[in-house]
């Protein structure tokens, strides 16, 4: 059974700054994916990650995974206050189209 | 643009009522799947479908039941609501994950569910 922890799960963060979410799982997973959530909101895809060492990049956003170490990161660099939202990862059970997701990250950047 | 609808954003019910929560999607998707969303428990997967009249069970589906009569049109049935299925439910679909498609999860605009 595939099981994925994101840390930290709580982060608060100064606009301009960098910072990394990281994503463990516990089996194998070739895929890894990335969502945001607004309050109130549903889930948005980010990035989809399909083989070891994809790095795929939007605005401030860098999602990267190592299917080796069974981890995937997502950096955010120079953080603006249009970031704050919830991001969830979520890998992809080996038995078929099923994802487990992470806890999620609640981002806050303050001004 | 893959658009997922859910019947309805906000329902009030009341213990041991019967729950439809309906969810269509318009991209011909094969999969179909609910989750809920709970504060400090992410999401934990329902159930799932892969095909008409196809479904399994996932994480959580003790309470539940669903119905796929319709390839477009996955309904997640509370046959007797209890205060504990006071949740945030999210009805998403997909592609299955191959080589040409990724699997990625298309998300509808979730129901939040209170039964008091």
């Known amino acids: 059974e595939l099981k994925v922890e994101q840390n930290p799960l709580f982060l608060s963060m100064q606009e301009g700054k960098n910072y990394t979410i990281y994503c463990n799982y516990s089996?194998?997973?070739?895929?890894l994916y990335w969502y945001r959530q607004d309050p109130g909101k549903s889930l948005e895809s980010l990035f989809v990650?399909?083989?070891?060492?994809a790095v795929k990049q939007e605005g401030r956003l860098m999602a990267s995974l190592d299917t080796k170490a069974r981890l995937s990161t997502l950096h955010i660099t120079a953080a603006v206050h249009d970031l704050s939202a919830t991001y969830f990862c979520a890998g992809e059970e080996t038995s078929g189209s099923r994802l487990t997701f992470g806890e999620g990250t609640q981002l806050t950047v303050n001004p | 643009d893959v658009k997922v609808t859910q019947s309805s954003r906000y329902l009030v019910k009341r213990t041991g009522e019967k729950v439809f929560l309906e969810c269509v999607q318009d991209m011909d998707h094969e999969n179909m799947f609910w989750y809920r969303q709970d504060p400090g428990l992410g999401l934990r997967l329902i159930y799932f479908?892969?095909?008409?009249?196809?479904?399994e069970k996932g994480d959580i589906p003790e309470g539940y039941s669903v119905s796929r009569e319709k390839k477009e049109r996955f309904s997640l049935i509370l046959e007797s609501a209890s205060t504990n299925q006071t949740s945030m439910y999210l009805c998403?679909?997909?592609?299955?994950?191959?080589?040409?498609?990724?699997?990625?999860?298309?998300f509808g605009e979730g129901s939040r569910l209170t039964v008091l």
């Open positions: 998403a679909s997909s592609f299955p994950s191959g080589e040409v498609n990724t699997g990625e999860l298309f």
């Open positions: 990650l399909l083989s070891n060492g």
């Open positions: 479908s892969y095909d008409v009249k196809m479904k």
């Open positions: 089996t194998t997973s070739d895929r």
